[in-house]
């Protein structure tokens, strides 16, 4: 099992820059597919991207690509976000796998899940 531990989220404009950490421990995240999933108010949780252990293949949701990115080390998982919408509103949530990113992405396959952190942009 790995404990995930998000962090750097917060209040921002719109247009604005976050950049999320999330600080694994327990286990080497390279054994692992890591990804990100948000839940807006009111709404379900959804994936948002996605990261192969090798580092070799992302993927993204399509309402962040071209905004967002994901890239990690052995122990930290991190979701560069630029260009932030009053709509990207949410706790993010970072998570880890052993399924492709692909299938975490369409089945929402997960092993750990971080406690969230919250980013609220404002208009």
């Known amino acids: 099992q790995v404990q995930l531990v998000e962090s750097g989220g917060g209040l921002v404009q719109s247009g604005g820059s976050l950049r999320l950490s999330c600080t694994a421990s327990g286990r080497p995240l390279t054994e692992y597919t890591v990804a990100w999933f948000r839940q807006p108010p009111g709404k379900e949780r959804e994936f948002v991207a996605g990261n192969a252990w090798a580092g070799i293949y992302s993927n993204y949701a399509d309402s962040v690509k071209e905004r967002f990115t994901i890239s990690r080390n052995k122990t930290t998982v991190y979701l560069l976000m630029s260009n932030l919408d009053p709509e990207d509103t949410a706790v993010y949530y970072c998570?880890?796998?052993?399924?492709?990113?692909?299938?975490?992405?369409?089945?929402?396959?997960?092993?750990?899940w971080g406690q969230g952190t919250q980013v609220t942009v404002s208009s």
């Open positions: 998570a880890t796998s052993r399924a492709h990113p692909e299938v975490v992405r369409s089945r929402g396959i997960v092993e750990d």
